[in-house]
């Protein structure tokens, strides 16, 4: 008896708790934050209980890691990512240090110092992802992605490289 309420008493946290963080993932997509990867979070929670909320978190995950990885490829976009996280960062510290700042509070600068890390470190795990599949001469993730979504481009850019008449 008492380990099937400590079950349920489990279920329901894990559910709330779930349920939170997906609502703070749904707001994050309307405002500063990584929406998606707090999404993901939320159906990792829920994934713990519930079978429909992995095959969920395996879409978010997808999504969130198809997202970084299309930043990752193109300069400009990485660069905007990483000056927007710093700036994050900096926001966060300044409505935690300004009492003049409207609603300026520990909780609301520390969401957005823990929000600018979070773009931060996603940023830079895509960039090393791609750098070491270069390395290894292997397709970057957002390479990978670009064939699965546009075969009809992949193909011809891999013909235009090998140009005609070449082996391959």
Same mark, same amino acid.
């Given at each position: ?22 609502? /703070? ?6 405002? %500063?934050?990584? @929406?998606?990867?707090? &999404?993901?979070? +939320?159906?990792? *929670? =829920? $994934? ?49 240090? /300004? ?6 509070? %520990?909780?609301? @600068?520390?969401?957005? &110092?823990?929000? +600018?890390?979070? *773009? =931060? $470190? ?47």
């Amino acid at each position: 008896m008492l380990n099937r309420s400590a079950h349920l008493l489990r279920r329901i946290a894990l559910t709330v708790l779930g349920v939170a963080i997906l609502g /703070v993932g749904v707001a994050m997509l309307a405002l %500063p934050g990584p @929406g998606f990867l707090v &999404i993901a979070l +939320g159906f990792f *929670v =829920l $994934s713990l209980e519930y079978e429909w909320a992995r095959r969920r978190f395996e879409q978010a995950r997808r999504k969130a890691a198809d997202l970084a990885d299309q930043a990752a490829a193109n300069a400009l976009s990485s660069a905007f990512t990483i000056v927007f996280g710093i700036g994050m960062v900096s926001a966060g510290v300044a409505w935690i240090v /300004v009492d003049s700042l409207p609603a300026s509070s %520990p909780w609301t @600068g520390g969401s957005l &110092i823990f929000s +600018g890390l979070v *773009v =931060l $470190s996603t940023m830079i795990v895509s960039l090393w992802q791609a750098r070491q599949a270069r390395l290894a001469g292997e397709p970057t993730p957002a390479e990978l992605l670009e064939r699965r979504d546009h075969p009809d481009r992949a193909a011809h850019s891999d013909r235009a490289a090998t140009g005609p008449g070449s082996p391959g």
